[in-house]
């Protein structure tokens, strides 16, 4: 029997299980995504809050195990308008990304730092983050892209432009809309550091297409929230 004691964890989906239980989706740091049940918990008073970071204890013998016990060691945290649907897509991209029990440590300490953060920041810096987020996922699963040099082994002028040819990397070329500096922001991943509002769309365009490659032709429901997706 499998019995785990207070390991932290956010929850990133939950739906209706049986009568009065819940299926419980969490993101784990030491334990990867893992779907739990909580049984009754549908009629609770007491629910478990999303973008929260929390302690949660489970057993069980099965694949299905069961959620015993919670804490939560963090500030309340609600979000609304676009901080909300920021914070569902980016569950939705653990959610379908990830696979079950294959843990993501680094990953996990990005995620808190978004969800930490999101609620804090203006919208340009706020979409910054998620792009950040979005290229720190991309690197954990094996999609990463050498922010250093280009494709021919040079390194990545500041002031020049540049394609992305996937699974290949940055190439050189004056009409490219990718500027050298937005390539070097991304390899520094500060917040303070964004770019452009043009730049930060180009860099939008650039991860929506990467991460379309791993997705596939189902789209993401919390793309469809946003007026300009994210």
Same mark, same amino acid.
């Given at each position: ?15 209706? !299980? ?15 995504? #893992?779907?739990?049940?909580? /049984? ?7 629910? #478990? ?27 309340? /945290? +609600?979000? *609304?308008?676009?901080?909300? &649907?920021?914070?569902?897509?980016? +569950? ?8 079950? $029990? ?5 990953? !996990? ?7 930490? $953060? ?26 990463? &892209? ?10 990545? +002028?500041? +002031? ?17 809309? &990718? ?19 043009? $730049? ?8 929506? $297409?990467?991460?379309? !490659?791993?997705?596939?032709? *189902? ?6 929230? !946003?007026?300009?997706?994210?």
């Amino acid at each position: 029997m499998t019995k785990v004691e207070l390991t932290p964890a956010f929850l990133i989906h939950r739906r209706a !299980f049986k009568d009065s239980s819940l299926l419980l989706d969490f993101f784990t740091r030491d334990f990867g995504k #893992i779907r739990l049940v909580g /049984r009754g918990l549908r009629g609770s008073k007491t629910h #478990i809050q999303m973008f929260q970071h929390l302690s949660i204890s489970f057993s069980g013998r099965g694949e299905l195990k069961a959620l015993s016990h919670w804490e939560i060691d963090d500030m309340p /945290r +609600n979000f *609304k308008g676009e901080e909300l &649907i920021l914070g569902m897509y980016v +569950n939705e991209l653990i959610s379908r990304l990830l696979h079950e $029990q294959d843990p993501h440590s680094r990953l !996990f300490k990005h995620y808190q730092q978004f969800m930490s $953060q999101a609620g804090c920041l203006k919208q340009s810096a706020r979409r910054w983050h998620l792009r950040i987020f979005e290229n720190n996922l991309l690197a954990e699963l094996g999609y990463g &892209i050498d922010f250093e040099t280009d494709i021919n082994g040079n390194e990545i +002028n500041l +002031n020049g432009y540049y394609e992305h040819q996937s699974q290949a990397g940055f190439s050189p070329n004056s009409l490219g809309k &990718i500027s050298g500096k937005l390539i070097n922001q991304l390899l520094l991943e500060t917040i303070e550091n964004r770019p452009d509002l043009q $730049q930060l769309k180009v860099c939008r365009d650039l991860n929506r $297409q990467r991460l379309s !490659f791993i997705l596939g032709d *189902k789209p993401l429901k919390s793309r469809s929230l !946003f007026f300009t997706k994210p």
